[in-house]
């Protein structure tokens, strides 16, 4: 089985900073995808980004980049120019390729960000 | 397509009562799934349905819950005999059939068992 785990339950970062969440994994697969979605207060959880594990390079959206370590089983998110909107719960997930498309995520790291 | 719908948004029951949700999926995804996430956790996978088939419970989805999807459209999810413990955020999701896709997912159902 597949375990996930943040071991942040809660960051602070002021606007306009770079701050980095953590994720390990535990797996024995070797084929598979790395997720982080952000949930807001009382809304939907949304994909941020992506990693396929059989790709070495790290994964970019626009403010927001990952850092894949997979022999370390390591997978974090660092957010470049935080905004205030970025206020949220992250949650890191992991999911095994050709598996349907069943999530396991982590507990969740609440970020606040501050003006 | 507004995305993926759940109602109730909010559901208060006493222990004992049965509660049914209901999950619209995003129009043509194949995949739909539920999830709950209790207080201060991640989401935990219940089930997940490709059209109207059921292809895989957890064993966090006891007999006293069910979920169908007739005709491969919109889902339930029934919970019978309600106890403190299923008070929780049921999650839906949607997704295509294929391999490397993102889920999208509702906005959930909140349950409080009192």
């Known amino acids: 089985a597949q375990t996930v785990t943040q071991s942040q339950p809660e960051m602070s970062v002021q606007e306009a900073e770079t701050v980095t969440l953590s994720c390990t994994y535990d797996t024995s697969e070797n084929n598979y995808y790395l997720f982080w979605y952000k949930q807001p207060p009382s809304r939907q959880m949304i994909l941020v980004i992506r990693q396929e594990a059989y790709k070495q390079q790290n994964a970019t959206e626009n403010r927001f980049s990952v850092n894949f370590q997979k022999a370390a089983k390591s997978f974090s998110l660092k957010i470049s120019d935080s905004q205030l909107g970025d206020t949220a719960m992250y949650f890191c997930a992991f999911m095994k390729r050709g598996y349907g498309n069943k999530l396991v995520f982590g507990a969740g790291t609440i970020l606040r960000v501050k003006s | 397509d507004t995305g993926v719908s759940q109602d109730p948004r909010h559901k208060i029951t006493k222990r004992g009562q049965n509660v049914t949700f209901r999950c619209d999926p995003i129009?043509?995804?194949?995949?739909l799934y539920w999830y709950r996430q209790t207080l201060g956790q991640g989401p935990e996978f219940l089930t997940y349905?490709?059209?109207?088939?059921?292809?895989?419970k957890s064993r966090l989805l006891s007999d006293r819950f069910s979920a169908e999807r007739p005709k491969g459209s919109f889902s339930t999810l029934e919970i019978q005999r309600t106890e403190q413990g299923d008070s929780a955020m049921y999650l839906c999701?949607?997704?295509?059939?294929?391999?490397?896709?993102?889920?999208?997912f509702g906005q959930g159902t909140r349950l409080t068992v009192v």
């Open positions: 349905f490709q059209n109207e088939a059921q292809l895989e």
């Open positions: 999701a949607s997704s295509p059939w294929t391999e490397n896709t993102e889920a999208f």
């Open positions: 129009s043509e995804h194949n995949r």
